[in-house]
């Protein structure tokens, strides 16, 4: 089922995609929108950034503290660059049901209601 139907199956994706959902429904929405073109994208970088964002979501049970980040990729120019040293990271277990299957599936029901539901603003070309 397309992207775009009310009737799309998350965990399909997460099959189709080997694991990875969100950043491939990430990368086709960019990409659907024309927004890799229209802000000069980097692909690699957005690749690099949605799967790190995707990262994020892992849940490997109670007591996992999830990713560190040190750095930033700019999605624009394609760098990665050091925050200072700053990290970030989850010092509490997660909710195991907000993976990156359901963040998906958020991403997804967003995405149909704003561009099938008519919920696009006139003033958003």
Same mark, same amino acid.
């Given at each position: #089922?397309?992207?775009?139907?009310?009737e799309?199956?998350?965990?399909?994706?997460?099959?189709?995609? /080997?694991?990875?959902? /969100?950043? !491939?429904?990430?990368?086709?929405?960019?990409?659907?929108?024309?927004? =890799?073109?229209?802000?000069? =994208?980097?692909?690699?970088? /957005? #690749?690099?950034?949605? %799967?790190?964002?995707?990262? +994020?979501?892992?849940?490997?049970g @109670?007591?996992?503290p +999830? @990713?560190?980040?040190?750095?930033?990729?700019? =999605?624009m120019? $394609?760098?990665?660059? #050091?925050? $200072?040293?700053?990290?970030?990271?989850? !010092?509490?277990?997660?909710?195991?049901?907000?993976?990156?299957?359901? !963040? !998906? &599936?958020?991403?997804?029901? #967003?995405?149909a /209601?704003?561009? %099938?539901?008519?919920?696009?603003?006139?003033?958003? &070309?």
């Open positions: #089922v397309a992207a775009g139907s009310f799309f199956d998350a965990w399909a994706l997460a099959e189709a995609s /080997l694991g990875n959902p /969100l950043s !491939a429904l990430g990368y086709w929405v960019f990409h659907d929108c024309g927004l =890799i073109a229209q802000f000069n =994208i980097d692909a690699r970088s /957005l #690749v690099r950034f949605l %799967r790190e964002l995707e990262a +994020g979501y892992a849940y490997k @109670p007591g996992d +999830g @990713p560190s980040w040190s750095g930033a990729v700019d =999605i120019s $394609g760098t990665t660059s #050091v925050s $200072g040293g700053c990290q970030h990271t989850h !010092a509490a277990p997660r909710n195991p049901y907000h993976n990156s299957t359901h !963040a !998906a &599936d958020v991403l997804q029901s #967003v995405y /209601l704003t561009t %099938r539901g008519g919920l696009t603003p006139a003033y958003a &070309d």
